[in-house]
């Protein structure tokens, strides 16, 4: 699952049609409403590998005439997260696209502390070590969440130069 594409130049367009497709694939599957706000708002996430807050979606939507009150982001992006179509970066307080819709993984995030990039990692050797140092203690992890802060190869280079 490790997709580091967000870190090198790329056509954009595949990502926005491959994750939307399955997305609305999802949501036919499952019964569930894929509404032209929420559609927007995942399109919106989806046009760049950034974090973007819910007050910069908000102003999209009202932009688009989809909506001026804070609610309208809130629900939208509550809705995505819940299905998994859409990860909130605490530490950012802010959103960003699932690259990987439909698939179970608790990625680690990577952003870049310089143009808030957020790449997907797998965690599946941390959550390993974790899971193991967890039943050490007799606790069950059900939900992990990993956000690491550094530099894209862009940023490191034009810091370096």
Known sequence: ????SAFERHDHTGCVRGVLGRVEDICKREGLRLTPVRR???EILL????????????????DEGLGTQPPV???ALDF???????HRIRRLNAFT????PGERHDPAFLICRGC???AEADTAAVRGALDQ????AGFTVERAVIEAVGLCPACRGAEEA
Do not use: I, K, N, Q
């Open 1 to 4: 699952m490790p997709d580091h």
């Open 40 to 42: 927007r708002v995942l």
């Open 47 to 62: 046009e760049a590998h950034a974090a973007t807050g819910a007050y910069d979606v908000l102003a999209r939507l009202s």
């Open 73 to 75: 982001a809130y629900r």
């Open 80 to 86: 995505l997260v819940d299905h998994g179509f859409a």
């Open 97 to 100: 696209a699932c690259m990987h």
């Open 116 to 118: 808030d990039t957020v």
């Open 133 to 136: 140092a967890a039943g050490d």
